[in-house]
């Protein structure tokens, strides 16, 4: 895919949690105005929250794009077959 036939230049993925949150705002405040960007999480309401913030922070800029995820079951198969299992132990033992 060409670069011109992309939507964005950068997607936060993830951007509804802590530290997903910070990168936005930061990418408010410091990345020129006319990045094309959105956000991206698995939660609408929680996207509509981080964006009113990041309006807040800075209300004359152009609101990121948003991009509600959902984690398709075949993903979270791979990710478990990927993740050793917990060794449980009683501290007895």
């Not at 959105?38 to 929250?49: C, D, I, P, T």
């Amino acid at each position: 895919m060409a670069q011109q036939d992309r939507q964005y230049e950068l997607i936060l993925l993830g951007a509804t949690g802590y530290t997903g949150a910070l990168v936005a705002e930061w990418v408010t405040t410091h990345l020129p105005d006319d990045l094309q960007w959105a956000v991206a999480g698995r939660n609408a309401k929680k996207l509509q929250s981080v964006v009113d913030n990041l309006v807040k922070l800075r209300p004359d800029r152009k609101q990121p794009g948003r991009s509600q995820q959902k984690l398709h079951s075949q993903a979270c198969d791979r990710r478990k077959k990927k993740q050793r299992e917990p060794k449980l132990t009683h501290p007895s033992h």
